[in-house]
T-cell receptor, first 110, second 113 residues
Framework: SQTIHQWPATLVQPVGSPLSLECTVE??????LYWYRQAAGRGLQLLFY??????ISSEVPQNLSASRPQDRQFILSSKKLLLSDSGFYLC?????????FGNGTRLTVT | TQLLEQSPQFLSIQEGENLTVYCNSS?????LQWYRQEPGEGPVLLVT?????EVKKLKRLTFQFGDARKDSSLHITAAQTGDTGLYLC?????????????FGPGTSLSVIP
């Protein structure tokens, strides 16, 4: 069966520091991968998606970037965090829908 | 831009009561999913509906997709405390060679014992 791993579960980082969140998927090949951000009391906002290695599409302009160095690895990064980057970040995968989510990373920028 | 609206935003009910939450859009979707999310965790898929007018049942949960595939409802019978969580609907559509979904803001359900 397929599983998705996301880490770390929680992270507290100062403003201006770098960020790296990692997501890996097991049990499937060539998945479509997604990064979402969820603000408190709001829905999920799509940040990035990838249909293959090295292929990244950004949905909204922002302080974040994503990379897919391997088929089942998706990384969310930032060079310098802003206070507004705080939130709950979710990685997800799918092949012909529906989406399967990881357990998320709670990021607090202080 | 396609948008999904959900109502009510918050709902607090007593255990044993029935409830219905709604998901509405002005756009047509090829499929619609319902997810439940507990605090600090990722959303978990409950159901996918793809056919206009489709009704699916999952134990005490009944899901309906509107005839025009623009709206959906989730009805819970005899709610239990374990039903507490954030219920998200998500509309799917095909764009180029992959599917993307858009999410509603969710209904936060609290079932009080």
């Amino acid at each position: 069966s397929q599983t998705i791993h996301q880490w770390p579960a929680t992270l507290v980082q100062p403003v201006g520091s770098p960020l790296s969140l990692e997501c890996t998927v097991e049990g499937t090949s060539n998945p479509n991968l997604y990064w979402y951000r969820q603000a408190a009391g709001r829905g999920l906002q799509l940040l990035f998606y990838s249909v293959g290695i090295g292929q990244i599409s950004s949905e909204v302009p922002q302080n974040l970037s994503a990379s897919r160095p391997q088929d089942r690895q998706f990384i969310l990064s930032s060079k310098k965090l802003l206070l507004s980057d705080s939130g709950f970040y979710l990685c997800a995968w799918e092949r012909s829908s529906p989406l399967h989510f990881g357990n998320g990373t709670r990021l607090t920028v202080t | 831009t396609q948008l999904l609206e959900q109502s009510p935003q918050f709902l607090s009910i007593q255990e044993g009561e029935n409830l219905t939450v709604y998901c509405n859009s002005s756009s047509v979707f090829s499929s619609l999913q319902w997810y439940r999310q507990e605090p600090g965790e990722g959303p978990v898929l409950l159901v996918t509906v793809v056919t206009g007018g489709e009704v699916k049942k999952l134990k005490r949960l009944t899901f309906q997709f509107g005839d025009a595939r623009k709206d959906s409802s989730l009805h819970i019978t005899a709610a239990q405390t374990g039903d507490t969580g954030l219920y998200l609907c998500a509309g799917g559509y095909v764009k180029t060679s992959y599917d993307k979904v858009i999410f509603g803001p969710g209904t936060s359900l609290s079932v009080i014992p």
